[in-house]
């Protein structure tokens, strides 16, 4: 595996670490998938380590969960 | 800004995400600091809005905090 895999649910707080993550690692290097989207790669996800969402998964097989201090306004949006 | 900066406390835990940071990201992009060696830096940290270590400061202001589910064997650590 020499890719990252970016998983999310689609809120805005997840977006936003999308484009984050994106900007970073360059997105040729980097798979994004929406599990609320991609319902079967729940189950891949959960093999993996992902125990929350944002949560990317490194080339080496660890899995970073990213806990953003959400705002009232990411909440709301 | 053109650097990221990784703030850590030094726990394995934060060894682990700093070493998958470095090598996604690429060492020349971002900025390494322990906040239990350096902690002038920690009112640095908290005014960019870091809650947590470890956590990722983006070049464009966003703050990533990386939790990873800690094993066991890395608390013990």
């Known amino acids: 595996m020499t890719k990252s895999v970016f998983y999310h649910a689609g809120c805005p707080v997840c977006i936003s670490a999308e484009q984050d993550i994106v900007s970073l690692i360059g997105s040729a290097k ?3 998938v929406h599990l609320g989207e991609q319902k079967n790669r729940i189950a891949e996800a959960e093999a993996k380590g992902v125990k929350s969402v944002p949560a990317l998964l490194t080339p ?3 899995v970073l969960h990213l806990n953003f ?3 009232m306004a990411d909440v709301k949006g």
Chains 1, 2 share one sequence.
């Open 30 to 32: 980097v798979e994004i």
């Open 60 to 62: 080496n097989g660890n």
């Open 69 to 71: 201090g959400a705002s």
